[in-house]
């Protein structure tokens, strides 16, 4: 398994998966990265929904007009947030415990826009979320079948010593 300096590093996001079905013990440890992300005022105001079925993950890109790759996934997680003061932030930050954890596991994965997006309540409604919960983000994960190169901001470019 990778350690977390070597996940941040080599982390990607990846949209093509193989076959390969992923154990409900890994699920569950992803998971649990995530509901251990900080919070403002150690809200936690989250729930996650893991959905495993084919049936159910083919249902949610038509629902979003786009990410047709989420029905080819091993599994999703629907990050969902109830109402809170930093609400977007605490859920952010779980997701990204989600993409991180994936990768320490040789997993790949694609976080998905939910709220504003006009497609989020209705795929919130759709796996049976209380009304007062917010679709924040869906993240599709499998073992990749894809090595993207990604283009990223250097080091000497965003980083200020003391001032901009
Ligand atoms: C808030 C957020 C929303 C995103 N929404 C989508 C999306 O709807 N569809 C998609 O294919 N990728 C989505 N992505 C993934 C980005 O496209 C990807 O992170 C970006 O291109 C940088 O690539 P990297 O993750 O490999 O560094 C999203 C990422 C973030 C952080």
Not at 116 to 134: E, H, I, L, N
Request: aromatic share 8%.
């Amino acid at each position: 398994m990778k350690n977390a300096i070597e996940a941040l590093q080599s982390r990607r996001t990846i949209r093509t998966y193989t076959a390969q079905p992923v154990e409900r013990r890994i699920i569950e440890e992803i998971v649990d990265c995530a509901r251990l992300a900080p919070t403002a005022m150690n809200d936690q105001p989250w729930d996650f929904i893991a959905v495993t079925g084919k049936e159910a993950l083919g249902r949610i890109p038509p629902m979003l007009g786009h990410a047709e790759f989420v029905a080819n996934a091993a599994f999703a997680v629907l990050v969902l947030s109830r109402e809170a003061t930093c609400a977007v932030e605490d859920c952010c930050a779980a997701t990204e415990n989600l993409l991180i954890a994936a990768e320490a596991h040789g997993l790949g994965a694609c976080w998905v826009a939910g709220a504003p997006q006009p497609y989020a309540p209705a795929v919130a409604k759709a796996f049976g979320a209380p009304q007062d919960r917010k679709l924040i983000a869906i993240v599709s994960f499998g073992y990749p079948a894809e090595a993207p190169v990604v283009e990223k901001r250097t080091l000497a470019d965003v980083l200020h010593w003391e001032k901009f």
